[in-house]
């Protein structure tokens, strides 16, 4: 399995004809899973989603291809993994307003896979936890499992 200790992840950039391939074609099923992923967490941590709150499922997901700001790549012995930055167009781009997301593919020729939507769990110094899966502008795009 590839990790971050073992793929040099790249720097991160504008998407380019090959990374707008790989996010049209999972497109759909990032939207399905934004929002799905939304409901779960609502049920018991509703703070991962709470800059979005706001929003319905449709805004929420009511992003594009242009919408798609920023990549990162890594290639492994099997493919390429592939890191996004999406812009949610219903949020203001002075705060939290954008996913990242994770996808796989084989190559040029086969069909690319969603991985999975970032949501982030962090400890307190003080105690206690943050979650989010909205991210702002600043934050970086770095390799992550979940």
């Known amino acids: 399995m590839a990790t ?5 992840l790249g720097p991160p950039h504008e998407p380019k004809e090959e990374s707008i391939k790989v996010f049209k ?4 099923e990032l939207k399905k899973m934004l929002v799905h992923t939304r409901h779960q967490h609502n049920k018991h941590e509703p703070e991962y989603f709470a800059a979005a ?3 319905s499922d449709p805004q929420l997901a009511g992003f594009g291809v242009d919408d ?4 990162r790549v890594a290639t492994s012995a099997y ?3 592939l890191f996004g930055k999406v812009r949610i167009p219903d949020l203001p781009d002075s705060g939290p307003a954008y996913i990242h ?5 084989g190559g040029p ?3 690319a ?4 939507i970032h949501t982030e769990e962090k400890e307190q110094p003080g105690g206690g936890k943050t979650f989010r899966a909205i991210f702002s502008k600043s934050d970086p795009l770095e390799w992550f499992d979940t």
């Open 79 to 81: 493919g390429i993994h």
């Open 53 to 55: 709150e706001h929003l």
């Open 25 to 28: 074609e999972i497109e759909h």
């Open 4 to 8: 971050a200790e073992t793929v040099d």
């Open 68 to 71: 798609f700001k920023e990549v």
């Open 101 to 105: 997301f994770r996808a796989f593919t």
């Open 113 to 116: 896979r969603l991985h999975s």
């Open 109 to 111: 020729d086969d069909q």
